[in-house]
Antibody
Framework: EVQLLESGGGLVQPGGSLRLSCAAS????????MSWVRQAPGKGLEWVAS????????FFADSVKGRFTISRDNSNDTLFLQMNSLRAEDTAVYYC???????????????WGQGTLVTVSS | QSALTQPPSASGSPGQSVTISCTGT?????????VSWYQQHPGKAPKFMIY???KRPSGVPDRFSGSKSGNTASLTVSGLQAEDEADYYC??????????FGGGTKLTVL
């Protein structure tokens, strides 16, 4: 069974940094593109970033480009999101998501974690 | 890139069919057959329901179907059941390694 467990969320001041982690299990982690999708309180979904299985390709939404970095440790089946220069509008639940089995495209999210809340406030 | 446009709400009675629209542009929905749909119950993570416009992942009931015409994609839920009450989000590949979501539609089963 696929399991994705996010951690690292919390309260951070504007301009600060935070690193999210997503521990994966139940599948061959290095074979799958992984992504972060966020949801501001009471709002809709917003794609944040994605990384290929080998980590050779990364993709970012314009809203986070230059501030966020996505990476992965395939030896330890863990996905990361390094968030710098945080703004109030980055406040959201951040979900870790996995490419589905039956599509090689990174822009589908077949399995999701339960999310971790990031609050940017002074 | 702008978000896709969905109606904020939709509703239907048990057993009826309801269709949720998702409107984009020729740069996203109209340009690619890479539309997907997600269902989200309150306080829960989203669930993958439809991909490549009309394909259903394993385990998704065939009451859920997807389609596309021009710059608009649609999700139809037939034979509405109480458990279908949820928020639904569309998304589309937008080219240049970009992905865009719709604002979401709250489906109410009357």
């Amino acid at each position: 069974e696929v399991q994705l467990l996010e951690s690292g969320g919390g309260l951070v001041q504007p301009g600060g940094s935070l690193r999210l982690s997503c521990a994966a299990s139940g599948f061959s982690f290095s074979n799958y593109a992984m992504s972060w999708v966020r949801q501001a309180p009471g709002k809709g979904l917003e794609w944040v970033a994605s990384v290929s299985g080998s980590a050779s390709n990364t993709f970012f939404a314009d809203s986070v480009k230059g501030r966020f970095t996505i990476s992965r440790d395939n030896s330890n089946d863990t996905l990361f999101l390094q968030m710098n220069s945080l703004r109030a509008e980055d406040t959201a639940v951040y979900y870790c998501a996995k490419r589905p089995v039956y599509s090689n495209n990174w822009y589908y999210f077949g399995s999701w974690g339960q999310g971790t809340l990031v609050t940017v406030s002074s | 890139q702008s978000a896709l446009t969905q109606p904020p709400s939709a509703s239907g009675s048990p057993g009826q069919s309801v269709t949720i629209s998702c409107t984009g542009t020729s740069s996203d929905i109209g340009g690619y057959n890479y539309v997907s749909w997600y269902q989200q119950h309150p306080g829960k993570a989203p669930k993958f329901m439809i991909y490549e416009v009309s394909k259903r992942p394993s385990g998704v009931p065939d009451r859920f179907s997807g389609s596309k015409s021009g710059n608009t994609a649609s999700l139809t839920v037939s034979g509405l059941q109480a458990e279908d009450e949820a928020d639904y989000y569309c998304s589309s590949y937008g080219g240049s390694n970009n992905l865009v979501f719709g604002g979401g539609t709250k489906l109410t089963v009357l």
